[in-house]
C-alpha cells in the first residue's frame, strides 16, 4: 500500500508541475487542430474526390507534388533553425524573424522562376502545366508563415490552432462550393494557391495582437547571415527529401499515368491521419528536449530516448489499426472508384514508423549543430527511394512505389550508425 501511495503521489506531483501543465495545455490544442482540420478536409476531399475522379484528382495532386519539389529553393532551410534560435534567445525574436522572413521573400521569387522553367522543359502539354504554373506563385504568398514559429517556441498554441481551423473550414468550404458549381481542376488550384495567403495574413494578424507591432520586426544581415550560415546544410537536406516524399507522384505520372498518382495519393492522404499524432509529440515536446540540454546532457538523453520509443510504440500501433480498416477507409472517404488504393495503404502507411524516426533524427541533428549530417542521412534516402521507384515501378507498378517510400524512410535513422559522432550520440540515447 506504501508503494501504491508513492506511485500516485509521484504521478499527481508530476501532473501538477507547471511545466507538465503548459505543455499538455499547449498539445491539446495542437491535436484539437489537427484533428479538426483532419476531420474538415477528410470530408471535403471525399466530396471532391467522388466527383472529380481518379485521373483528375491525379492532375491535380501531380500538380502540388511537382511544384513542392521546388519549395526548399523558398524554405532555404530556415525553418528548424528559427524555431531552434526563437527557443535560445527569445529576445531576439523580432531580428530573427524579420530576418527569416526577408530570406524567405527573395527565395521566393527564386523558386518561382525555377518552377516555370523546368515546367516548360519537362512537363507534358496538357492541364498539369497550368495547374502547375496556378500553384507556383504559392510561395510568393507564404514567407509570413514564418511567424508561427513564435508562437511554438512560446508554447503557445492556442491562437494558431484557431487560425488553423478557420483557414481549412474556409479553404475547404470553397473547394465544395466550386465543384457544386461545376468548377474543374483550375479552379481547384486557384483555392490552392489561397492557403499560403490566408495562412501570412492570420499571423500577421496575431502577432499584432499577442507580441505587438509587426514593424518592430528588423532584418539585419548579420543575423541573416548567421541563419543562413546555420541552415545552409539543410537546404540541400529539404531538397533531398522533397525529392524522396514527392518524386514518386511525380514519376508516377510519367511512367503510368493520371489515374496511378490519384490512386497513390489517396492512400497517402489516409496514411498522413496516423502520422499526425508523431507529429503533435515531436513539436510539442521538442522544446523541453531543447532545454533539457542548457542543464543536464543525461537529463537530455533520457527525455529524447523516451520520445523515440514513444514514436516507434505509436506510429506501429496507428499503422496496424490503419491496415485492418484500410478497405472500409478507402470506401468511405474516396469512394469505390479508389479501392485500388488498398494494396498501396496496406504498404505505405508502415512507412510513417520511419518518418516519426526521420523527422526525430533531423531534430536530434540540429539541436547538437551537427546540421551537415542532416543532408548526408538525407541524401542517402533520397538515393535508395528514387533507385528504388525506377527498379519497382515498372515491375509492381503504384505499389512499387509504396514499397519504395516504406524502404527509404528508414535510410535517414539508420546511416547515423555509419559516422562516429552520430553513432555516439545514438550510443548516449540508448544508454540513458
Known amino acids: 500500500m506504501d508503494t501504491y501511495k508513492k506511485i500516485t503521489l509521484y504521478i499527481q506531483e508530476k501532473i501538477a508541475h507547471p511545466g507538465v501543465q503548459k505543455h499538455s495545455k ?34 491535380l495532386s501531380y500538380a502540388i507534388s511537382f511544384v513542392s519539389l521546388f519549395s526548399f529553393i523558398a524554405s532555404l532551410g530556415i525553418d528548424q533553425i528559427l524555431y531552434r534560435d ?98 474543374g481542376v483550375i479552379y481547384l488550384a486557384f483555392i490552392v494557391l489561397l492557403e499560403p495567403l490566408f495562412y501570412s495574413v492570420g499571423y500577421i494578424y496575431l502577432k499584432e495582437k499577442i507580441y505587438g507591432d ?47 498518382v490519384g490512386l497513390y495519393d489517396a492512400a497517402v492522404r489516409i496514411s498522413e491521419v496516423s502520422y499526425f499524432v508523431p507529429q503533435i509529440l515531436i513539436v510539442s515536446l521538442l522544446p523541453a528536449i531543447i532545454n533539457a540540454k542548457k542543464t543536464s546532457s543525461e537529463l537530455y538523453y533520457a ?36 479501392l485500388g488504393a488498398i494494396p498501396i495503404l496496406h504498404i505505405y502507411v508502415w512507412s510513417n514508423i520511419g518518418a516519426s524516426l526521420n523527422s526525430m533524427t ?40 509504396a514499397f519504395a517510400t516504406l524502404i527509404s524512410y528508414m535510410i535517414p535513422f539508420l546511416s547515423m550508425l555509419l559516422f562516429t559522432k552520430t553513432r555516439l550520440i545514438l550510443k548516449n540515447i540508448f544508454n540513458a
Open 86 to 183: 526563437l527557443i535560445k534567445e527569445p529576445e531576439k525574436r523580432n531580428e530573427l524573424l524579420g530576418s527569416a522572413i526577408g530570406l524567405r521573400a527573395i527565395a521566393s521569387i527564386m523558386a518561382v522562376i525555377a518552377i516555370a522553367v523546368t515546367t516548360l522543359l519537362i512537363s507534358d502539354k496538357d492541364v498539369s502545366i497550368f495547374l502547375i504554373f496556378i500553384i507556383s506563385l504559392s510561395p510568393l504568398l507564404g514567407s509570413f508563415q514564418l511567424l508561427s514559429y513564435e508562437f511554438q517556441s512560446e508554447v503557445k498554441s492556442k491562437h494558431t490552432s484557431i487560425l488553423v481551423l478557420l483557414v481549412v473550414l474556409t479553404l475547404n468550404i470553397l473547394k465544395i462550393v466550386t465543384i457544386l458549381l461545376n468548377g
Open 303 to 338: 527525455r529524447t530516448k523516451k520520445l523515440i520509443l514513444t514514436l516507434l510504440s505509436t506510429s506501429f500501433i496507428l499503422a496496424f489499426i490503419t491496415t485492418i480498416l484500410s478497405k472500409n477507409l478507402i470506401l468511405i472517404i474516396f469512394g469505390a472508384g479508389f
Open 214 to 260: 509587426i514593424g518592430k520586426l528588423k532584418l539585419s544581415k548579420t543575423t541573416a547571415i548567421s541563419i543562413l550560415k546555420d541552415s545552409y546544410p539543410l537546404i540541400f537536406a529539404s531538397a533531398f527529401y522533397l525529392i524522396y516524399a514527392r518524386i514518386d507522384q511525380v514519376m508516377l505520372k510519367h511512367m503510368i499515368n493520371s489515374e496511378a
Open 362 to 401: 533531423q531534430q536530434i541533428l540540429i539541436t547538437e549543430n551537427l546540421t551537415r549530417f542532416v543532408s548526408i542521412t538525407t541524401f542517402f534516402g533520397m538515393i535508395i527511394n528514387v533507385t528504388l521507384n525506377i527498379i519497382l515501378i515498372p515491375k509492381y507498378g503504384v505499389s512499387g512505389a
Open 26 to 59: 499547449n498539445m491539446g490544442w495542437m491535436f484539437f487542430a489537427k484533428i479538426g482540420s483532419m476531420v474538415i478536409t477528410f470530408l471535403a476531399t471525399a466530396y471532391i474526390a467522388r466527383n472529380l475522379g481518379p485521373t483528375n484528382y491525379g492532375q
